[in-house]
């Protein structure tokens, strides 16, 4: 990993969520120094030798670690859709990444790591590699480019600046709790019904390959590297089930039914979805409409991207003893 030295400190904004908890426990065993979760959530599980600060990423003025961060990595982000008001985006991805930036410049940081999301090319049939165009239709999606553009100018205020830009697909694995999690729920409970089709295309990775693609990225002398982090193979909703189906719950059986009954369905149920049915009309037409994205920069890397799918879920059956929720 592309660190100044192995005693200086790291700093997670976002590093009590999901994939921020990965990383720190990844971090925590390939480097010697200090290392800094900042978030406005207290930990759920704690990483032994992290020093967890509770701090709003909507403003850093205050934060003042009193020494020299080389490296950052940016997690923080509002990102469940639905469930947040269009606002809320903007208030934590946008004016986070601001406040992010100005903390990096008062900490001397060398390089930064952010997280974005596909989101910014928005649903598509055909394939998107790095080069398509932005075309965000969520304000989820439009919050994460701005936040793009916020660190691309701090990148480019100084020639020994770098920094990484990682777009990732749904990313799934042990302590998830969103898309692959609610599958599973529904494969364990006996039946999934597909909403009007099987084929669509969900762009998808595991969250150990996410953060060692990040890593790697960091080891290279690029200024800026952006990179699409999702699996080479473009898995459908049928290939994602029937792998699910395969490796944990071989009784679940399926069903096909029209989309426009299952949004009534849903409209319905909406009110309950808390409980843990993950029923939402949104939901319902996110599941029709294809995400079909290359990692071409991760295939010209030679990182593992092809027959992914189900060594991932087996990894995480194992890490769990079989828990997926």
Avoid at 90 to 111: C, E, L, P, S
Avoid at 114 to 122: K, L, N, P, R, V
Avoid at 235 to 254: G, L, M, N, Q, S
């Amino acid at each position: 990993m592309s660190m100044p030295m192995q005693t200086d400190p790291i700093v997670v904004f976002g590093g009590t969520g999901f994939v921020g908890g990965h990383l720190l426990n990844k971090l925590k065993a390939i480097h010697h120094g200090r290392i800094i979760s900042v978030d406005a959530k207290a930990p759920a599980l704690r990483c032994e030798g992290v020093e967890y600060v509770t701090h709003d990423v909507r403003d850093l003025t205050a934060l003042d670690l009193g020494c020299e961060v080389p490296t950052i990595f940016n997690l923080a982000a509002v990102h469940t859709t639905p469930g947040h008001a269009p606002w809320e985006y903007y208030d934590t991805n946008v004016r986070g990444a601001i406040q992010i930036a100005r903390f990096a410049r008062a900490h001397k940081t060398r390089q930064i790591c952010f997280t974005s999301s596909i989101s910014i090319y928005g649903p598509s049939e055909a394939p998107k590699d790095e080069t398509a165009v932005a075309e965000p239709e969520s304000d989820y999606g439009r919050s994460k480019l701005m936040a793009e553009y916020v660190f691309s100018d701090w990148v480019n205020e100084a020639q020994e600046r770098r920094l990484v830009i990682t777009r990732p697909a749904v990313v799934f694995g042990p302590r998830e709790g969103g898309n692959f999690t609610r599958l599973a729920r529904m494969l364990q409970r006996g039946l999934f019904v597909y909403p009007g089709r099987q084929d669509t295309i969900k762009s998808c990775i595991y969250v150990d390959d996410l953060i060692e693609w990040m890593l790697y990225a960091l080891e290279q002398q690029e200024k800026t590297v952006l990179f699409n982090a999702a699996f080479h193979d473009r898995y459908t909703i049928k290939d994602i089930v029937e792998t699910f189906r395969a490796v944990a719950f071989p009784k679940a059986r399926t069903l096909t039914l029209p989309a426009v009954l299952l949004k009534a369905v849903a409209t319905v149920l909406q009110p309950i979805s808390r409980s843990g049915l993950g029923v939402h009309p949104e939901r319902i037409e996110k599941l029709m409409r294809s995400t079909n994205i290359l990692p071409a920069w991760a295939d010209a890397q030679g990182l593992p991207t092809k027959n992914r799918l189900r060594v991932s879920l087996e990894s995480w059956r194992e890490q769990t003893n079989g828990d997926f929720s």
